[in-house]
């Protein structure tokens, strides 16, 4: 198993640009979930999913959007990019509510 | 809601030292409890998680956390810390709801 794949590992975008950050697991786990990490700021929740076709809003969800088509991937889009969006992306899944995530390797933006 | 606070953004021991990393939660249902460890540039590795049951969770690499209702805490130990246990530690909670919130987490640092 690949456990959790996010694609790219890193990125330079332009103010105003958007893009995708890819998601992929294959462990068939229900939930998933996109976190941003800053320097002493921890984990925090952009948006999350509890199954196909479901999602919802997290801490953190301006200037992001996602969709579940599918169990497996989840990608999550930045529609116009800004500085502040500057951080490290992870995608992380889990079989169900009580469990512990698995988290991806990450993703480091950088927004110029 | 639930909210999680690690006590010390930065703690420092001596190789063959104790290590103890302290956790406090905040959670209006029994919670779920989990420690995470990440190592330079990779995502995050779930050490221990505590559910229900034995309040004492054994986890990976030697480590350990006692769940205390009382204290709302749930802190990690390891009884002699080795160099390669240097990393970012953090705490998170699940009160019951599909997601986990994450402390801000501790570095750790270990000096020969």
């Known amino acids: 198993n690949a456990g959790v794949t996010q694609t790219p590992k890193f990125q330079v975008l332009k103010t105003g640009q958007s893009m995708t950050l890819q998601c992929a697991q294959d462990m068939n786990h229900e939930y998933m979930s996109w976190y941003r990490q800053d320097p002493g700021m921890g984990l925090r929740l952009i948006h999350y999913?509890?199954?196909?076709?479901?999602?919802d809003q997290g801490e953190v969800p301006n200037g992001y959007n996602v969709s579940r088509s599918t169990t497996e991937d989840f990608p999550l889009r930045l529609l116009s990019a800004a500085p502040s969006q500057t951080s490290v992306y992870f995608c992380?899944?889990?079989?169900?509510?009580?469990?512990?995530?698995?988290f991806g390797s990450g993703t480091r933006l950088t927004v110029v | 809601a639930q909210s999680v606070t690690q006590l010390g953004s930065h703690v420092s021991v001596s190789e063959g030292a104790l290590v103890l990393l302290r956790c406090n939660y905040s959670s209006s249902v029994p919670p779920y409890l989990f420690w995470y460890v990440q190592y330079p540039n990779q995502g995050l590795q779930l050490l221990l998680k505590y559910t229900t049951g034995a309040t004492l969770v054994k986890g990976i690499n030697g480590f350990e956390a006692e769940f205390k209702k009382s204290e709302t805490s749930f802190h990690l130990t390891k009884p002699s810390a080795h160099m390669s246990d240097a990393a970012e530690y953090f705490c998170?909670?699940?009160?019951?709801?599909?997601?986990?919130?994450f402390g801000k987490g501790t570095m750790l640092l270990v000096s020969p």
């Open positions: 998170a909670v699940s009160g019951g709801y599909s997601t986990l919130t």
């Open positions: 992380a899944s889990k079989v169900g509510r009580y469990y512990g995530y698995t």
């Open positions: 999913s509890v199954g196909a076709g479901i999602t």
